[in-house]
């Protein structure tokens, strides 16, 4: 398939640019410093998605079958790039016509407020004694901004008309692909305290063309 891969030189980023090339797609990466991409055959745009206009992603988006996107915060001086750079990306989809996208948001999103989501629930239904009472509050309380900015890209997505799947992942690690993770719809998974950067992508990737997924949140954990 023609897929265009969003910050590709992030964590998730570069699993999904080495497995979606392993797997034979045939790949354009965007990312704000191309020069630190991994040394594949893909085609490579620079943008940084906090400025970037519409207009100049579309040559990157036009004819993919897919968009897959790992953009999220590096540091506190890129909060807000999630939802901006979503916006900029759904865009350009849709001036080219391009309806499938995949992103990544987080575990606890669920259950974080946003314009077009005020009154999400307080619990989400996977979550259990330990994330729900002890280890969110404080997670949201120094992950406030960076939230804030994923429940903007998720109501990005969901006013959009595109083909979304929000993937939402507990804790990451850098362990090795192992295909071997759990999956829900619109809910966090029991007990799923981690799950690798590359068992993320493996599930984006393995969703690419499957309708059952379009519009959902799915989480994705060990
Ligand atoms: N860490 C966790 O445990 C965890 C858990 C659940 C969910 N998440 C979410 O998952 C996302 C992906 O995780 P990850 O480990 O792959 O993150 P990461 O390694 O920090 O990658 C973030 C990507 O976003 C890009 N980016 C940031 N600002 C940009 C801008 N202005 N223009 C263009 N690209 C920009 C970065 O580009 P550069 O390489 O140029 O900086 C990088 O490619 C996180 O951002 C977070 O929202 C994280």
Redesign the pocket.
Known sequence: MKLTI?????????QLLGQAIAAGHDVTT????PR?LSPVPARAVA??????DPAALQPAVAGADAVLS?????TKA?AG??AR?TEVITEAMRAAGVRRVIV????PIGTIPSPGRPHPPRHDPGDGFIIRYLADPIVKRALRA?YA??AGMEDVLRDSDLDWTIV?????TDKPVTGRYRTAYGQNIRRGVFVS?ADVAHYMLSVLDNPETFRRTVGVAN
């Open positions: 969003f910050a590709a030189t992030g964590g998730i980023g570069r965007v990312a704000r410093n630190g943008a940084d998605l906090a400025s970037a790992a953009l999220g915060p590096r890129d790039v999630a750079g990544v948001s987080a575990a960076h900015d994923l939402r992942p507990p804790r990451l950067r």
